[in-house]
Structures are given as C-alpha cells and as structure tokens.
C-alpha cells in the first residue's frame, strides 16, 4: 500500500509559478514510477507529467512542456512539479498518481486546487 498526500496549491496570477509537492509513505518508493494529473471542471482527466523511478527519465503533456518540469527525491519519498509560466487554463485540480512497476496498480492523493486568475 502506498499513501500519497499533495501540497502546494493556491492562487496565482497569469505567468506566475507554482511549485507542487507530494509526499509518498507506506510503501517502497522507488517500485513506483510518479506522476501528475490534472483535471479541470467538467473535463477528462489529463496527464501532465511523469518520472521514473531510477533513470529520472521525464516525459510531459503536450501543453505544459517547456514550462513545468517533475523531478523526485527518492531517499525523502517526495515528488515535485514545478510550474512556470503558468496561464488561466491551467487551473484544476492536480492529483499525485503512483504506478507500481511491477503490479501495474494505481494509487492516488486527494488532489490539490491550482487556480490562476488575475
């Protein structure tokens, strides 16, 4: 079992940052590789962002590369998205999303509000 938790939400401005934490417990760490979803008000949710859990490597959504970036910290169990440049479309609620590399089972946090607004 893992127990996921997100932090780091609010309310920000048009081109403004943002820096999104999830903290990961219960659970080997590194059998998971992480992500970040979003879901907007009556949207689908999306996929934003992913990394792996040795080679770090990264791989992100269409609409917010070059502009956030994930990384992790394997020893603190946590796992970051920072977010730059960021614009009204972007509000939604973002959800931290483990994938066990061996089971292929989900698990997810409760989600975190980003809204940007001037």
């Known amino acids: 079992q893992l127990q996921l938790a997100e932090s780091g939400g609010g309310l920000v401005q048009p081109g403004g940052s943002l820096r999104l934490s999830c903290t990961a417990s219960?659970?080997?760490?590194?059998?998971?590789?992480m992500r970040w979803y979003r879901q907007a008000p009556g949207a689908e949710r999306e996929f934003v962002a992913s990394?792996?859990?040795?080679?770090?490597?990264?791989n992100y959504g269409n609409s917010v590369t070059g502009r956030f970036t994930i990384s992790r910290n394997n020893a603190e169990k946590m796992v970051y998205l920072q977010m730059n440049n960021l614009k009204v479309e972007d509000t939604a609620v973002y959800y931290c999303?483990?994938?066990?590399?061996?089971?292929?089972?989900?698990?997810w946090g409760q989600g975190t509000q980003v809204t940007v607004s001037s």
């Open positions: 999303n483990a994938r066990n590399r061996y089971t292929g089972r989900d698990y």
């Open positions: 990394i792996e859990p040795y080679t770090t490597a990264t």
């Open positions: 219960g659970s080997t760490f590194t059998n998971y590789v």
